[in-house]
């Protein structure tokens, strides 16, 4: 399908979507897609027969830090039926790094978007598992975003060990017995 | 008489355990010998390569990109400098076009040969692996000749080539593809009929077709699967359109089928080796001619200025890189494998990010071992084939 058609019959389908096509090198179509109506979108691609983006290859974000809006969420889509690939990218402004979830749509998108959430703090909105991938739980920050600090030697975190006394311990063990019995 | 109590246990294997290929973490439930969920956790190998390619020279990531998926090393490079030259345009040679295709079909034979002998190992069939691992040795004894680096040639670069091929390593591929044919037959001897190794992975691990498409597992997972897509046939790369090879399916999705896809695959990448062996001139042009990418050769460096200034230029500075996007796939032994790189138009990238096969497998693997035994976990974790420094990079 050529690449206009496709826009112009997606825009048609999902009319608020405000979908603007962009050059790209690479041979993959690339628009940008409004983030309001990118669920929608999403739907349509996945499910119209002439379309068939079955797959969704990737997601990932990338910081442009200074500017503003700093984020541009990529997902990259393939249709095997159609052998087509698509580039969907979403603007996203600092201050409101929120989207929402399209795991409903490809269920692959689950660990991606906690990937992006965990390394650049874009949050998705209806997420079924909202942790963080990669990093540990209790990372502060994330290391990905352009302003996050490289190179800088940070002191490490020593936790005590915990510390019981033999009595809490007893209770504690009593307490285990009779919620199992 | 009391009743019998009956409890789930929660078990947790790994992060250190020999058979998980790494440092993947996976919380079990079980009831009796069931396994009820299971909660995989990774990150243990985290080593933050993305953010690390940000502060280096285009040329400098390459040895990183390597270091990702290490049982891939010429894969990635190759993904990552296909996505490179698109942004800069440039034309590659024919003759490095096939060299590459050489090369990444080396690569996925030496990947699958690990991937057989550890999977063979790990459901009990030991002497697979040091048949494998013999033969895997020639190939990694043909980098050696090629790059002097085993596991890591960093011989696929931006622009083409680091340099001509070594004298005598046409006859060592050929001397390779001589053998390995038969020594295939020798591991099917070993393997495709075995009663045991039928009963470890015979319905095992299964994943149906939709939900292959469903978690984006593009590679032999899907193809034993019957999902029919080949980044080689679907959007060909270096030319691989003029290669004959078919791509094996299977249709049942189990341990088995993925076992005998991996296989046929090895016998299809032998041919494109064939092939691409005899496209090869042992002499010749290895990258691109742009004064900008290819550094002079060594001869003029120390005789003339003009290739003086230029061989500083170029490893002092690097090479700029026009504003832009590009995310170029290939098929890499654990399927579709790319990297999306953004360049500012400096001589750094601004972003890479890898597309891990490895890491979409293992979000699957829940899928395949949810009511199944205990003892298949080992069997299905090693036959989807995840290698846990490309699931965490």
Redesign the interface.
Known sequence: MDPNTLIASLQDAVPAAQLERVP???L?T?MYVSRDELPAVARVLRDRSDLAF?????V?A??FWPREPRFEL?Y?L?S?AQ?L?L?VKVRLHGADAHVATVSGV???A???ER?VWD?FGIAFDGHPDPR?????EDWEGY??RKDYP?QIRMTPRVSEPLQVTEEEFRASVTKDRLT?S | MPEIRTETMTVNMGPQHPSTHGVLRLVLVLDGETVLSAAPTIGYLHTGIEKTTEQKKWQQVIPLVERMDYLSAQSNSLAFCLSVERLLGIEIPQRVRDIRVLLAELQRINSHLVWLGTHGMEVGAVSVMLYCFRERELLLNINELLAGFRLFPSYIRVGGLREDLPRGFHAAVRAFLGLFPAKLDEYEDLLTKNEIYLKRTRGVGVISKDDAVAYSLMGPIARAAGVDYDVRKSFPYLGYDTYDFTVPTQTRGDAYSRYQVRLAEMRESVKLCRQALERIPPTGIFAVDDPRITPPPKDRVYTEMEALIQHFLIYSQGFTVPAGEAYVPVEGPRGEQGFYVVSDGTNRPWRVKSRPPSLLACQALERMIVGGLIADVIAVIGSIDVVMGDVDR
């Open positions: 790209s090198v690479d993959q690339t079955t797959f969704l290859a990737e990932t990338v910081d990529v990259i393939v095997i052998r690939r580039r490809w269920p692959a689950n660990w991606l990937e390394l963080r991938l990669l990093m540990p290391p990905l490289v199992r």
